[in-house]
Nanobody
């Protein structure tokens, strides 16, 4: 059973930064999604197993950076220039399939973390 443990959420003012972490029990394709109240869960970023390939949602491109430390089986999401519309529960997700063509949908991931709240005040 794959375990994902997220940390790093919190309350921050607009323009501030947060870093989320997700510790996994192995090496997988790792993604971050978020879900705001009343909205569907949406893709934020993904990093493939090697760490050399990443993709981002247009809404976070240039502000968020996904990275991984394979020695620690940990993935990070550095979030800068945060906006109130970034407020959501952020979920880490993992999947054994490393295929770069499938990463934007929740069905592309088999395992999910418990979620961590990020709140950006204006």
């Amino acid at each position: 059973q794959v375990q994902l443990v997220e940390s790093g959420g919190g309350l921050v003012q607009a323009g501030g930064s947060l870093r989320l972490s997700c510790a996994a029990s192995g090496r997988y394709k790792m993604g971050w999604f978020r879900q705001a109240p009343g909205k569907e869960r949406e893709f934020v970023a993904v990093i493939l197993r090697s760490g050399s390939t990443t993709y981002y949602a247009d809404s976070v491109k240039g502000r968020f950076t996904i990275s991984r430390d394979n020695a620690k089986n940990t993935v990070y999401l550095q979030m800068n220039s945060l906006k109130p519309e970034d407020t959501a529960v952020y979920y880490c997700a993992a999947d054994h399939q490393n295929y770069s063509g499938r990463y934007m949908y929740t069905d592309d991931y088999e395992y999910w973390g418990q979620g961590t709240q990020v709140t950006v005040s204006s």
